[in-house]
């Protein structure tokens, strides 16, 4: 298989989820969230606080906890609904979370090895290969023999975060706030290096952000307003715009 590092085929897949409707506990949170992300397109996510962004990005990925009512999450064609996390990022599926979780006494490399061995990496990938995309992104080569994630500052975690995607032959991403904690020229890094990677393999993004200063590098095709568990308006990266001026009051209302 290829990836980024490596790329040159195609390797987006469709996501399409219809009308899905997700509870945890006795809590309903997704209300019949209907969406369609092709290969190559960003597609922009902002809305209030608690409206329910983490819970599409979790339940996407297949988090335990989450209980699908109603609706189906496919990828590429293929039924996402039952299947296990790990065989969704096998698909290809690949979240950033928006608080990425630490692996104690795993490094990049062991992580790059343990992948490779499930055959998700290219015969492209080198040490010197990750090392260059590490410094494109402007993660310290230090920090890929240590401990992931562990003892990383906020900006850190989310760049080592963008590595992994970038080297795990992603087909969607699912990105859950990688701009919280990122200084300017991070974000700029990082936005790039997800820009690259849209445009060189294809892959469709799902950026759930509330500041539209991604978005500038970040150019998303669609911005849509999530609100009360579901997309309540769809448009273009005006709107993005358009919300910094005027808040959700109206959409939330
Ligand atoms: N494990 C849980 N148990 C109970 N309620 C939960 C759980 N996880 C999320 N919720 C609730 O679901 C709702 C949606 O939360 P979610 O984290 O998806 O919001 P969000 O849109 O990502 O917000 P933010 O912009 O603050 O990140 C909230 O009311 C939250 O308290
Ligand atoms: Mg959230």
């Known amino acids: 298989m290829v990836n980024t590092l490596g790329a040159s085929a195609s390797m987006g897949l469709d996501l399409e989820l219809d009308d899905l409707w997700v509870s945890i506990g006795d809590k309903e949170v997704l209300k019949g969230v209907t969406l369609k992300v092709a290969p190559g397109e960003v597609h922009a996510i902002m809305g209030p606080n608690g409206s329910g962004k983490t819970t599409l990005a979790s339940t996407i990925m297949g988090k335990p906890g989450y209980k699908i009512t109603r609706g ?3 990828l590429g064609g293929v039924d996402l609904t039952s299947l296990p996390t790990y065989e969704r990022a096998r698909l290809g599926l690949f979240l950033i979370s ?7 006494g795993v490094s990049f490399f062991d992580l790059v090895r343990e992948v490779d061995k499930l055959g998700l990496t290219s015969a492209e990938i080198t040490r010197a290969s990750i090392e260059r995309e590490a410094i494109a992104i402007g993660l310290s080569k230090e920090l890929l023999y240590r401990s992931v994630n562990v003892g990383f500052s906020g900006g850190e975690k989310k760049r080592a975060e963008t ?16 701009d919280s904690g990122l200084d300017i020229d991070a974000l700029r890094d990082v936005a790039r290096s997800l820009a690259r990677m849209v445009s060189e393999t294809n892959i469709g993004v ?6 539209s200063r991604l978005l500038k590098e970040l150019k998303p095709d669609f911005v849509h307003v999530f609100a009360n568990g579901s997309i309540q308006r769809t448009g273009d990266v005006d709107l993005a715009f358009e919300l910094e001026r005027t808040g959700y ?3 939330s209302a």
Do not use: N
């Not at 928006?98 to 104690?104: D, I, R, S």
């Not at 799902?206 to 500041?211: E, F, K, Q, S």
């Open 163 to 178: 590595l992994q995607l970038a080297t795990f032959g992603t087909r969607m991403a699912v990105l859950d706030e990688i």
């Open 249 to 251: 009051k109206e959409v």
């Open 206 to 211: 799902v950026a759930i952000t509330h500041y």
């Open 98 to 104: 928006q608080y990425p979780g630490e692996l104690v």
């Open 72 to 74: 189906t999450i496919r």
